[in-house]
């Protein structure tokens, strides 16, 4: 398979000359006809598959069904590159070339009054057919988002149209994973009933296969947690895939196309052990091998326990390392026997996870044409990357990346909130060094990820057309593409702030408690929920300006809302108002309990800002509930019961807080906050407001509380130029994105004040480390270096010491022992 990078050319190209007599524009659609099309005849089902999902989309914008043509009578002509006549489209202007042994690719020029669509492949077809669909104006969440499209009355293109797009990554998709709260139960119950609950059904598939197609995405690792049926063991959904081009793999547990959760039954085939049930592992394995031959797969080999495990049968380092290396010898015997005689046309991935990188550290071997898929740490930081000789592997690199996780430090299963720009520079870091031959995002429920989830697979498609400086662009189209331009241009600052307040700390974060800890110690492992880090009343009140920043975007969603007609409603209420309110409530009831809490501690509590606490956390726990009867059983007329749940695995941080006061009933009348920032005795800034630079640094939007993080390159370095009006020792407190040291190596930066010592600060922290728990769950990393100031003028450097620092913000503070929690820096 031959994947050409056309990104040079892969851009969207409208010309942009004036439209003129001899060069009018393209009529697609008139207003009095139907759109009309051509299609060459191919035996894939998927292009089939694209044409009814843009039949429907422009009778959903033009209210008239699109009608079959003939070639040259036809609004649109579409042929798929391997059955048509080479010369002839060379004669239109195709870039035949280009497009010949592309993957995925195609091409789509104004030509006689036609639109002319040409796919590489089968696929290419398809995305080149659904590419009409979003030039009528069309969102991907047409049926996932119910965002309905406008009414138009004509459909056109400059004369000098072109659009010729191939994809950046090769193989571009989603691991449904944690499906329990969400998509398992809306497709069981809802969607498609089933008499097993346990069962995502074939037409639930079908759904999320479209919404791939529509995101340009190839690749689906189904869905596998516990409870769930393995997708082989659901009637039709192998075939689902089949009819819609999308290829299956499976996750870093579960080698060869096997669901070891619900397939491997121990009462009847014993323990999942190579080393001591050799035969039974190895026959479970050919089972499946048999069934696939003919499907497009893409093969995960080595070896874990039965889910998220260890490898059973080994105890030391180097009895993993030898039995696993066995593992993929075999492995690699058994896809050659069953699948293809020739390893290097059989798509490969092993991924070093967890305890699997250490063992693969230690020296395994894993053939040169297996990918090898890198992970991030859970939390949207990648670990590793391949390194100059791995980049040289012909079988490539891939990311699993995570947009969703359950597990340590805290699970964050509700909302997705992960910033645009966090998964901007981590997955730009990995498409630098050669990791482009799979992205594959971790996600709960595709549409509860949302715009994470289409600007991931976008960065996917071209990550050429998203800049460090256009990734708020992004956002901004996404909106008014989904709500217009005047809803759209208004929303977009408010859902920026939105993404700075869950960088601060998501949602599911709120409670400072943690799952996955000693068990001796705490029930089930989870820690309790206590008071946060939040001050009442260092800065002014930190804690208050919080709560109401989200009070000023719940504002602006307000006045949306009210102007919005009333087929957008249901569209804005899941991908805006239910995150954001959600947030909010969550934000208010942590914080008011915890300001509850020390009001009923004082001597002399003031009764009135007592009640008002405890009312307004109770209040806040109570909308929630409120907000998710709402998207589950009135949104879209109950189309998506089920699919959202206020407390995924019934964690401590959703449950009803535990007040001082019972039963307030009403608000009363409370002086409000003063929201002033003080800032007194302290200098703050935002690393992007720096005085100077060295090197080529970028700054990353959307990243970081202050959203505007430096990435810095090594060598690279920002200064400040600052005064302090007293003299005496003060602390340094320099906050970076808590990336990972992706080389194996330490990630290091430097700090000098004015002409003095460099002072090194390592940010390294070890997984699963309390250094590190804290770090993903306070998105920064802060360290804390000494100083001795004198008053006047003093200048600051930062400087990178090793790859992939990224600075946030920093602060001098004569006061060493403060507590806080956000830098005091603009709002």
């Not at 809802?190 to 759904?207: E, F, H, L």
């Not at 202050?706 to 020792?729: C, H, N, R, T």
Request: hydrophobic residues 40%.
């Amino acid at each position: 398979m031959r994947l050409k990078h056309l990104f040079l050319l892969s851009i969207s190209i409208v010309a942009a000359t004036s439209l003129t007599a001899q060069s009018p524009d393209v009529v697609w659609y008139n207003g009095k006809s139907p759109v009309t099309y051509s299609l060459q005849s191919s035996g894939s089902p998927i292009i089939q598959v694209a044409l009814d999902m843009f039949r429907g989309d422009i009778n959903a914008v033009t209210g008239r069904m699109p009608a079959p043509a003939t070639g040259k009578n036809s609004n649109i002509r579409i042929v798929q590159l391997s059955h048509s006549n080479s010369r002839e489209l060379k004669q239109l202007g195709v870039p035949v070339d280009s497009l010949a042994g592309a993957m995925d690719a195609f091409f789509i020029k104004a030509t006689h009054q036609q639109l002319l669509v040409v796919g590489s492949d089968a696929r290419g077809t398809a995305y080149g057919i659904l590419e009409l669909s979003r030039l009528a104006g069309v969102s991907p969440w047409i049926w996932w988002g119910d965002v309905q499209p406008e009414k138009k009355s004509r459909l056109q293109v400059p004369a000098t149209y072109r659009n010729l797009q191939s994809p950046t990554v090769a193989y571009r998709g989603i691991f449904i994973n944690d499906e329990d709260w969400s998509l398992r139960p809306w497709s069981s119950k809802r969607y498609d009933p089933q008499v097993d609950t346990g069962i995502i059904s074939a037409q639930t598939y079908k759904q999320v296969f479209k919404l791939l197609l529509r995101l340009r995405a190839n690749t689906i690792w189904p869905a596998m947690h516990t409870g769930t049926v393995a997708f082989y063991f659901t009637k039709g959904a192998k075939e689902m895939a089949d009819s819609c081009g999308i290829v299956i793999g499976t996750s870093h547990c579960e080698p060869l196309m096997r669901n070891n959760v619900d397939e491997w039954k121990e009462s009847q085939r014993g323990h999942f052990s190579y080393i001591d049930n050799h035969d039974a592992v190895i026959n479970y394995w050919i089972e499946r091998l048999k069934e696939v031959k003919l499907s497009e797969n893409f093969f995960t080999i080595g070896m874990r326990g039965i889910h998220d495990g260890s490898m059973e049968g080994v105890k030391t380092l180097k009895e993993k390392t030898d039995a696993l290396q066995s593992v993929i010898y075999e492995q690699r015997e058994l896809l050659s026997k069953y699948i293809n005689p020739d390893l290097k046309k059989i798509p490969q991935q092993f991924v070093p996870y967890k305890e699997v990188l250490e063992i693969y550290e230690n020296g395994l071997q894993v053939p040169d044409d297996v990918m090898l898929t890198w992970c991030d740490d859970n939390y949207g930081y990648l670990t590793r990357l391949s390194d100059a000789q791995q980049q040289q592997r012909s079988g490539g690199a891939g990311v699993y990346y995570h947009l969703s996780y359950w597990g340590r430090p805290h699970d964050y299963l509700w909302l997705t909130t992960t910033q645009p720009g966090l998964i901007y520079n981590e997955m730009r870091e990995a498409y630098d060094h050669n990791a482009r031959r799979l992205w594959v995002a971790n996600v709960h429920d595709p549409k509860i990820a949302g715009y994470d989830l289409e600007f991931f697979l976008d960065l996917a498609w071209n990550i050429h057309d998203i800049s460090p400086a256009t990734i708020n662009n992004k956002m901004r189209s996404y909106l008014i593409r989904d709500f217009g331009q005047a809803a759209g241009e208004q929303l977009f600052p408010a859902i920026l702030e939105f993404y700075r307040l869950c960088g601060i700390r998501r949602p599911e974060f709120m409670g400072w408690s943690k799952v996955e800890e000693d068990k001796a110690k705490y029930p089930r492992g989870w820690t309790p929920v206590v008071n946060t880090a939040f001050s009442e009343t260092e800065f002014g009140g930190e804690l208050d300006r919080y709560l109401n920043s989200y009070e000023q975007i719940k504002k602006t969603l307000q006045q949306v809302e009210q102007k919005l007609p009333a087929h957008q409603q249901d569209a804005f209420f899941a991908r805006i108002k239910y995150p954001v309110y959600g947030a909010a409530a969550m934000a208010t009831k942590w914080l008011e309990a915890q300001r509850a809490r020390r009001l009923a501690a004082e001597p002399l509590p003031d009764s009135i800002a007592l009640k008002n606490a405890c009312y307004k956390s109770q209040h806040a726990y109570e909308e929630i509930v409120k907000l998710t009867n709402q998207y589950n059983n009135v949104m879209a007329g109950g189309k998506w019961k089920y699919a959202m749940h206020a407390e995924p695995r019934d964690l401590l941080v959703f449950r009803a807080p535990e007040l001082p006061l019972k039963d307030v009933k009403n608000i009363t009348t409370a002086n409000a906050p003063d929201l002033t920032l003080k800032t007194k005795g302290v200098i703050a800034a935002n690393a992007a407001d720096y005085t100077k630079a060295t090197g080529n640094l970028r700054i990353i939007q959307s990243l970081g509380h202050s959203m505007e993080a430096v990435s810095l390159p090594k060598g690279a370095s920002i200064s400040f130029d600052f005064e302090v009006e007293q003299s005496g020792p003060a602390v340094l407190r320099t906050a970076v994105i808590p990336t990972q040291p992706n080389d194996r190596g330490d990630i290091r930066f430097s700090v000098t004040m004015d002409d003095g010592r460099p002072v090194v600060c390592s940010f390294k922290e070890p997984y699963r480390s309390e250094g590190w728990k804290q770090n993903v769950m306070r998105g920064q990393a802060v360290k804390v270096t000494q100083h001795q100031l004198s008053q006047g003028r003093h200048t600051l450097t930062i400087t990178a010491l090793d790859n992939h620092v990224v600075v946030d913000q920093w602060m001098i503070d004569f006061m060493p022992d403060r507590q806080f929690y956000m830098f005091p820096v603009g709002k």
